[in-house]
């Protein structure tokens, strides 16, 4: 295959993106070593309920027991009901709270999500952290249950949909001193992302690092969108997306098998364990900081630039207006001046 056909480029352009990445969280990691900063201190969460998507492995897990040892209710949304429930067992044995449940969730399935939405509706509780952290990552060219390509359908509209459908609960929970949080998970892919509105779907030429890409592009540009709207709306809500950089999680099962065994032979130094990628998740969840704040890319706990093409606003409201057709929602952002 030449490295100038359409499937190469991606792959290049994610390859590189991800060493680059790597690099980085070396020299950071050797920088600090010497310090060992003490781990930030965050305030208990109690009464404050939160639903962590995937989160029974990897980050998301990470990310469910910091949230209930704060002393928050978490709800684990996942599509494997032994996997959810095993994690459940074993944070409450590791947290020694009982604040942690799963509700069945697949983010592949427009009609599973509406029945989450249901479901947790029905328990009349608030929301104040949605964090949408599931996702799938370089899989092999397949549609959703509603004929969406896979990574685009999952990683994106699955959560474009979810956030939706729970907008007004947490319109509801969110106050002036206490703003409700949506934190989307995202990845350093996202800059060499193409956004192609006229082929969402891949079809044209399939490549699954592209696909990857691109779903981690339009994350960025959904929450910005948001958060847009959120503010016109004068409404208590932020959002923000965080980069969780590469991570040793099972997400690498799909790429080339040389990769694996170096993955394999190096993730030790090179790669955040799942807690080391949670944090960011945790920061912008619960921290004070950000308090209030929304419409920002944070990285390392810290605010940082994203992509350029994500500041374009005639791109995020493009995407937001097809998403809502393509996952049949009304498009809020059209009331909005």
Same mark, same amino acid.
């Given at each position: ?80 009901? *032994? ?28 009609? @599973? ?72 998970? @995202? ?14 779907? @891949? ?31 004068? @409404? ?27 993955? /394999? ?54 995407? /937001? ?11 809020? *952002? *059209?009331?909005?001046?």
């Amino acid at each position: 295959m030449s490295l100038l056909s359409p499937r190469a480029v991606p792959l290049l352009r994610v390859y590189c993106i991800g060493l680059g990445v790597i690099l980085h969280q070396l020299r950071r990691r050797l920088r600090l070593r010497p310090r060992c900063p003490p781990a930030p201190v965050f305030p208990t969460q109690n009464g404050k309920v939160a639903i962590v998507t995937g989160g029974a492995k990897g980050i998301g897990y990470q990310t469910v027991k910091h949230l209930a040892r704060l002393g928050m209710h978490v709800i684990i949304a996942g599509n494997s009901e *032994s996997e959810g429930q095993e994690a459940v067992r074993k944070i409450k044995e590791e947290t020694l709270t009982g604040k942690v449940e799963f509700l069945y969730c697949d983010l592949a399935s427009m009609k @599973s999500i509406r029945q989450f939405v249901q479901q947790f509706r029905a328990k009349n509780c608030p929301l104040h952290v949605l964090v949408n952290n599931a996702g799938v990552m370089l899989v092999p060219e397949r549609k959703t249950e509603d004929g969406f390509e896979e990574h685009f359908g999952l990683n994106y509209l699955g959560h474009f949909l979810l956030t939706n459908l729970l907008l007004d609960t947490l319109k509801q929970s969110g106050t002036h001193s206490h703003n409700a949080r949506i934190i989307t998970v @995202s990845s350093a892919t996202h800059y060499v992302g193409k956004l192609h509105l006229d082929d969402l779907q @891949s079809r044209c030429s399939y490549s699954s690092h592209g696909a990857y890409a691109q779903s981690k592009l339009a994350l960025v540009l959904f929450t910005y969108q948001l958060q847009h709207l959120l503010t016109a709306n004068g @409404s208590h809500v932020t959002a923000n997306v965080v980069d969780p950089g590469v991570v040793n999680t099972e997400l690498y099962k799909h790429v080339f098998w040389v990769v694996k065994m170096v993955k /394999w032979m190096t993730a030790w130094l090179l790669f955040k364990t799942a807690e080391e990628g949670a944090s960011t998740t945790i920061y912008a969840a619960v921290s004070p900081e950000v308090e209030g704040v929304g419409g920002c890319y944070l990285y390392n706990e810290e605010r940082t630039k994203s992509a350029e093409v994500t500041y374009d606003e005639e791109l995020q409201r493009r995407l /937001w207006t097809e998403s809502c057709k393509m996952v049949g929602i009304s498009d809020e *952002s *059209s009331r909005v001046p």
